[in-house]
């Protein structure tokens, strides 16, 4: 009977988790050499391990940047330039506007180098190596006394290799662990500093469908920005400066006119930022029932709150543009995850997947002594942290993420504490005169009414639904004078700060008062939300120490227990690879989704009265022309997004779609509502990622824009190859 259940456990396990798809995993670019070769030859690669990563030679990832840490771009010409999503270059463009110069509205097209636009703070990372390090951490941790020591070493070992990897040149480096702590990898990267908006489509391309079509398709988006790298005049990083010359790139990538087909091989080629691929079925209880739904709620007032003052005036819309859609691309989220993780029952996924595992431990006596408990470990530090779960997600949503005075009241009440410390002089002058430089951009960037009336709903929701125990010490004092009014507390604390008023802030620093500034009461807000910030992470400690070990145990388990699968690590924003092919799916019963979208569908759904579908003029004289020249496809049409099946996560976006022969055919920008439990859960069947068809780019710059001097810097390419499919 034993027997019979182990092997039937194996089965379900075999067949739910280890079964991978060519077209399930990102990976590391060191290790594809590891991978089937010919599993990727039959999908369409025609590209060899040394083509994609190569330390010594021109790679494809040498034209693959990560973005300020958030998003993806790639470089497509020998003058550095750099195209990625609209979306992700929207905070740049949008402070590069103005009433005036409304570059989100009408786009922004430089015709030349000296046009382009500086953008300060935005800064582009090149891989330069990665290096395997894990035998030296794991010595370094090996005789830990508990997990918190454990990592303790293991952090001080990983600076360590960092610090010796940037000794002698100008490169930064970094190690990240993988597999929950069972292997650590060094990136070294390049960082240029100088990067120039180049062009920007208006956002009724670049944003199309705004919100209503956000994750879903069919989608008709030209979700693409173009900006240009620059370096000193030897080819190193440099600060922005006139002198600065157009990146020289070791490789960058051709854009191909030839377009794709369905079964056509895709890479995706970029930075995605974290999935959760082994989470248990308790942690996707735990999101289902309080965390999920608690960002879904606080994110919706806050949007009301800023969707009503953008729509009243201008200026408060450019200001705010960004943030909008920030939190409403992972308000969406949340509610399209947790549909999707009930509507697929991922949860009784994960439960098959702990319960193999469990039998297989079992099974072996060393095996169950080394990993009988892991799942235990993950069990009953899911459950300590049931809660503070609600409490720990107000405390960063509505509290320190909540209005923007918060935060910067935290950090410059911090450097006011140790600028009233120093001794006058010169150094103490030039703190004052940074102190009033970081308040004048913090003020010319809020509106601070709407920052008010989102402290108020914030704060009012925070109070109704965290237990008082878990509330900031300013909340617990004034909940029963405040009566659920949390708007009067906001009027006083906004008119009474000096961390609210660019005015009182600096009359304030002409002279200090250290009694003033303890009783000022946006300082008492976020001293007293920060100390329960630090209060969780100290409550939680045990919690997580069980989760860190169960997670190490629990995937070194998986592993072992099949050792000829290629695991891939969860995404933590490092450079990865995920291949796939173009693919239709079908959703639901009767309906199936074609692979591309086409201009005539952008037109179909045009409303001049509703923001989201507005079609910019020069679009409709093109289209009613039919002028698509060379960007059309076989059959006349203008394409204008895909979709494949390639993994691809947040910090994706702006990923480059590269065909079997690493050529730009596409430009990753969004999932599929069907697939928004793909984090945790990959579904081969219905998951997709969406690009936009790289010749709707080439056509926006054009026809449209009249941009062709970008059009000619790039290197086009037009051979259709057909064997770059996949077989049958």
């Not at 890479?267 to 942690?283: A, C, Q």
């Not at 965390?291 to 729509?311: C, G, S, W, Y």
């Not at 997947?353 to 095996?367: L, P, S």
Request: a negative charge.
């Amino acid at each position: 009977m034993i027997l019979r259940n182990l092997s039937l456990a194996i089965l379900l396990l075999f067949s739910s988790l280890a079964n991978l798809r060519a077209d399930e995993g990102m990976w590391l670019p060191m290790l594809i050499q590891r991978l089937n070769q010919e599993n990727l030859k039959e999908m369409g690669l025609r590209l060899t391990p040394e083509e994609i990563y190569s330390v010594n030679n021109g790679s494809l990832k040498d034209a693959i940047v990560s973005m300020g840490g958030f998003c993806t771009g790639e470089i497509i010409s020998d003058q550095g330039l750099m195209l990625t999503n609209h979306h992700c270059g929207y905070d740049a463009i949008r402070e590069n506007s103005s009433v005036e110069a409304d570059y989100l509205t009408n786009g922004f097209w430089a015709s030349n180098f000296k046009e382009e636009l500086p953008n300060e703070g935005l800064w582009v990372s090149f891989l330069v190596r990665m290096e395997d390090v894990t035998a030296e951490v794991l010595e370094a941790v090996a005789d830990a006394s508990s997990e918190a020591d454990r990592r303790q070493k293991a952090m001080a070992t990983m600076r360590a290799i960092a610090g010796r990897a940037e000794e002698g040149n100008h490169y930064k480096a970094e190690v990240k662990e993988f597999y929950a702590g069972n292997e650590y990898y060094l990136f070294v990267y390049e960082r240029f500093e100088d990067v120039r908006l180049v062009g920007a489509p208006p956002s009724s391309i670049g944003k199309y469908g705004g919100d209503t079509d956000n994750w879903m398709w069919p989608r008709h988006t030209g979700d693409f920005a173009l900006f240009r790298v620059y370096s000193a005049p030897d080819g190193s990083p440099a600060a922005y400066s006139p002198e600065n010359v157009p990146l020289k790139p070791r490789h960058h990538l051709p854009v191909s006119l030839a377009g794709v087909e369905e079964g056509d091989f895709t890479m995706t080629f970029g930075f995605p930022g974290s999935t959760d691929r082994y989470l248990t079925s308790w942690g996707i209880e735990q999101a289902l029932e309080m965390r999920n739904p608690t960002i879904v709620e606080i994110r919706d007032a806050k949007l009301e709150v800023l969707r009503k003052d953008m729509r009243a005036d201008d200026a408060t819309r450019l200001m705010y543009a960004s943030k909008f859609a920030q939190i409403a691309n992972y308000w969406k989220y949340f509610i399209g995850q947790t549909e999707q993780l009930k509507q697929l029952d991922v949860k009784s996924t994960k439960e098959e997947i702990e319960a193999a595992f469990q039998a297989w431990a079992e099974a072996d006596a060393t095996r169950k002594e080394t990993y009988g408990e892991a799942l235990t470990l993950l069990r009953e530090g899911t459950a300590m942290k049931d809660a503070t779960v609600v409490g720990g997600t107000y405390v960063l949503e509505a509290g320190l993420l909540g209005a923007d005075v918060i935060l910067h009241t935290y950090r410059m009440s911090q450097q006011l504490e140790a600028f009233m410390a120093m001794e006058d002089g010169p150094e103490k002058e030039a703190m004052k005169d940074g102190l009033k430089l970081a308040a004048a951009e913090f003020f010319e960037n809020v509106n601070l009414e709407t920052d008010r009336k989102i402290f108020a709903v914030t704060h009012e929701l925070y109070s109704k639904n965290v237990p008082s125990e878990q509330q900031p010490a300013y909340m617990r004092d004034l909940k029963g004078k405040m009566n659920g009014k949390w708007d009067k507390f906001a009027d006083k604390a906004y008119a009474k700060s000096v961390f609210s008023d660019k005015d009182r802030f600096n009359k304030f620093l002409e002279k200090p008062n250290e009694k003033a500034l303890a009783k000022d009461p946006m300082k008492a807000v976020a001293d007293d939300l920060f100390e329960v910030y630090r209060g969780q992470s100290a409550v939680n400690q045990e919690a997580n120490e069980l989760l860190a070990q169960g997670a190490r145990l629990f995937q070194a388990g998986l592993r072992e227990m099949m050792p000829d699968k290629d695991f891939y690590p969860d995404a933590n924003s490092t450079l990865r690879a995920s291949f796939g092919n173009v693919r239709a799916y079908q959703p639901k019963d009767g309906v199936m989704f074609k692979y591309y979208t086409t201009i005539d569908g952008k037109m179909a759904k045009e409303n001049p009265d509703d923001d989201e579908f507005i079609v910019p003029e020069r679009v409709s004289e093109l289209y009613a022309k039919g002028d698509f020249g060379q960007y059309a496809d076989a059959n006349g049409q203008l394409r204008v997004n895909f979709i494949s099946t390639n993994d691809i996560t947040g910090g994706n976006s702006g990923s480059p779609v590269i065909n079997g022969y690493g050529e730009l055919v596409g430009l990753a920008f969004d999932g599929n509502w069907e697939a928004m439990s793909g984090d945790i859960n990959f579904e081969p069947s219905v998951q997709r990622t969406i690009s936009v068809d790289v010749r709707y780019v080439l056509w926006v710059i054009d026809k449209f824009a009249g941009a062709s001097h970008l059009i000619d810097e790039m290197t086009i390419t037009r051979e259709r190859r057909s064997d770059a499919r996949a077989q049958g």
